[in-house]
């Protein structure tokens, strides 16, 4: 009986520890989901668990609705996977209802920190994503050179004006969430393409105003659902090619996050600055450059994007753990 009793109480600790586990990776998503420029489906890759999460995700179909709607419970949750879901879109909806205010003051106060820190973090994701591929031919470097150069393009394209419009805010929602779920490719920046970022992250998520969380809610559950059933199929039948292609994505991303950059903003046909309805001025594109001296900003620069490989690798090394 004692045997017996310490075999389960190690059993729950053992529970608890990937569930506490399986948050962390959530927060680490949601976290990432919001910065622009990085991706959830980044992190949840590094972690271990992105295949889980596009199959239990693709798990919801006919056979699920069946299971809800005739009252079996206990096989709908098994069918979908329910737990992992929950634990990791619980850790999601932390992080990003609890990062979006801190964001918002550190990208004003530490514009060029914060950007190196998350080109750090993005930069060493290369490698770990890359590195998972297990065999190299022409095709999946051809996929490798397309994904760089997807990503690469859409970096210079300029944003899209603001759109509150029912159906837009829900293509908005669409369009970030399967973004979100791909590795490279960010939501956040797919949403200041669209012109959507502010509105949507700072206004709707930052001030709780549910007129504009409520269509891009509908938007990312219908585009969850059906881009993860595409998803799933490319990863189990074409596993190196689909990761030659998420490894292309991240690196091609990694010109929007560069450090030092001065914004460009939308003007008139006077030539006079747009600005939105809160009086910030509409950033129409970025102008990078390179310093030309060594000084203390840059060796403060280049010491947190070394912050930022080292998260990737403690991140890596933690996913590495076995918690089932």
């Given at each position: 009986m004692i045997y017996l009793g310490l075999n389960f109480k190690n059993f729950r600790m053992h529970r608890m520890k990937y569930f506490t586990g399986l948050f962390f990776k959530g927060m680490g998503m949601g976290a990432a989901n919001v910065i622009p420029g990085v991706s959830g489906g980044t992190i949840a890759l590094i972690t271990g668990i992105f295949e889980e999460l596009i199959n239990s995700i693709k798990s919801f179909d006919m056979q699920a609705i069946r299971l809800f709607f005739t009252g079996r419970f206990k096989q709908f949750a098994r069918h979908i996977n329910l737990t992992f879901l929950v634990w990791v879109f619980l850790g999601v909806i932390v992080s990003i209802f609890s990062i979006a205010k801190l964001l918002e003051f550190l990208f004003l106060q530490y514009p060029v920190y914060i950007w190196a820190y998350f080109f750090g973090l993005i930069l060493a994701s290369v490698y770990f994503v890359g590195k998972t591929i297990e065999r190299f031919n022409p095709m999946v470097i051809i996929m490798l050179i397309a994904g760089t150069a997807i990503a690469a393009g859409l970096s210079v394209l300029n944003p899209a004006t603001e759109n509150d419009g029912f159906i837009y805010l829900i293509v908005s929602g669409v369009v970030a969430v399967c973004s979100m779920i791909l590795p490279g490719l960010s939501g956040s920046f797919v949403l200041i393409l669209m012109g959507n970022y502010e509105l949507v992250v700072i206004d709707g998520v930052g001030g709780a105003r549910m007129?504009?969380?409520?269509?891009?809610f509908i938007g990312i559950?219908?585009?969850?659902?059906?881009?993860?059933?595409?998803?799933?199929y490319l990863y189990k039948n074409f596993r190196d090619q689909t990761v030659a292609v998420l490894t292309g994505f991240i690196l091609g991303s990694l010109s929007v996050l560069w450090p030092w950059k001065e914004p460009r903003y939308q003007h008139d046909v006077h030539g006079n600055i747009l600005f939105k309805p809160d009086g910030e001025p509409i950033i129409q594109k970025w102008e990078r450059f390179v310093p030309r001296e060594i000084n203390r900003e840059v060796i403060l620069v280049l010491l947190v994007i070394t912050g930022g490989i080292i998260t990737i690798w403690l991140i890596e090394k933690f996913a590495a753990i076995k918690t089932k």
């Open positions: 007129d504009i969380l409520f269509p891009v559950v219908v585009g969850l659902i059906a881009f993860s059933h595409f998803l799933s």
